[in-house]
T-cell receptor
Framework: EAGVAQSPRYKIIEKRQSVAFWCNPISGHATLYWYQQILGQGPKLLIQFQNNGVVDDSQLPKDRFSAERLKGVDSTLKIQPAKLEDSAVYLC??????????????FGPGTRLLVL | QKEVEQNSGPLSVPEGAIASLNCTYSDRVSQSFFWYRQYSGKSPELIMSIYSNGDKEDGRFTAQLNKASQYVSLLIRDSQPSDSATYLCAVITGGFKTIFGAGTRLFVKA
C-alpha cells in the first residue's frame, strides 16, 4: 500500500513570495490533515478535511494560508505572501475516518520550507 | 495552560532500563489518545493508541490512561539505543480536533 505522498520535499523562498504544497493521501482515506511543525515543537493542526469538506481550520492563518481538497482526494496548501515565521516543516497526514474514537493518522515525509 | 503538555526532556536512560514518558491534557471530554515516535528529520509514526482507562501493552511498550487525572503515559521496557527519538503525545479533543504535545526527547545510552 502506497503511503502519503507530498511534494516538493524542500522549498526555499524569499519573504512575500508565494508557495504551494501538494499532498496525495493513502487511497481510500477520507480524512486529510495539514500540520505545521516548527523546529523543537509538536505538529500544529492547520486544517482538517473530511472528504472535500472542512472539519476544522481554526488555526489556519486565513489572511495568508489557503487550502483545498478537490474531489476529496489530493490537497494543496498555499501560503501567500510568506513570512519569515512560516519557516517550518509542513506535514500532511491521512486517516480512514476519525469517527468518534479517532483513527491512526499516517504522515507523509513533509515539505521543509525555509523563508529568507 | 497548554492543551497537551509534555516534559520536553531530554530524558536519558541507560540501555535496558525502563523509560517513562508522561502527558497531561486539559479537555476533560477527550476520548482518544496516541503516542507517536519521531526520529530527527523524519515524520511521526504511531506507536500506540489508547481509548479506555487502564493499561494497554504492545511488545515493549505500555500505554497507561487515567481520564480522571487527565493523564496518559508511555512506558518503554528494555530500552534500546534505537528508541532514541522524540515521543509525541496526541489527543483528540471533544471537538474532534487533534492536538499534539511538544514532545519529549529520549536518549538511550548504550
Amino acid at each position: 500500500e502506497a503511503g502519503v505522498a507530498q511534494s516538493p520535499r524542500y522549498k526555499i523562498i524569499e519573504k512575500r513570495q508565494s508557495v504551494a504544497f501538494w499532498c496525495n493521501p493513502i487511497s481510500g482515506h477520507a480524512t486529510l490533515y495539514w500540520y505545521q511543525q516548527i523546529l523543537g515543537q509538536g505538529p500544529k493542526l492547520l486544517i482538517q478535511f473530511q472528504n472535500n469538506g472542512v472539519v476544522d481550520d481554526s488555526q489556519l492563518p486565513k489572511d495568508r494560508f489557503s487550502a483545498e481538497r478537490l474531489k476529496g482526494v489530493d490537497s494543496t496548501l498555499k501560503i501567500q505572501p510568506a513570512k519569515l515565521e512560516d519557516s517550518a516543516v509542513y506535514l500532511c497526514a491521512s486517516s480512514l475516518d476519525p469517527g468518534t474514537t479517532g483513527e491512526t493518522q499516517y504522515f507523509g515525509p513533509g515539505t521543509r520550507l525555509l523563508v529568507l | 495552560q497548554k492543551e497537551v503538555e509534555q516534559n520536553s526532556g531530554p530524558l536519558s536512560v541507560p540501555e535496558g532500563a525502563i523509560a517513562s514518558l508522561n502527558c497531561t491534557y486539559s479537555d476533560r471530554v477527550s476520548q482518544s489518545f496516541f503516542w507517536y515516535r519521531q526520529y530527527s528529520g523524519k515524520s511521526p509514526e504511531l506507536i500506540m493508541s489508547i481509548y479506555s482507562n487502564g493499561d494497554k501493552e504492545d511488545g515493549r511498550f505500555t500505554a497507561q490512561l487515567n481520564k480522571a487525572s487527565q493523564y496518559v503515559s508511555l512506558l518503554i521496557r528494555d530500552s534500546q539505543p534505537s528508541d532514541s527519538a522524540t515521543y509525541l503525545c496526541a489527543v483528540i479533543t471533544g471537538g474532534f480536533k487533534t492536538i499534539f504535545g511538544a514532545g519529549t526527547r529520549l536518549f538511550v545510552k548504550a
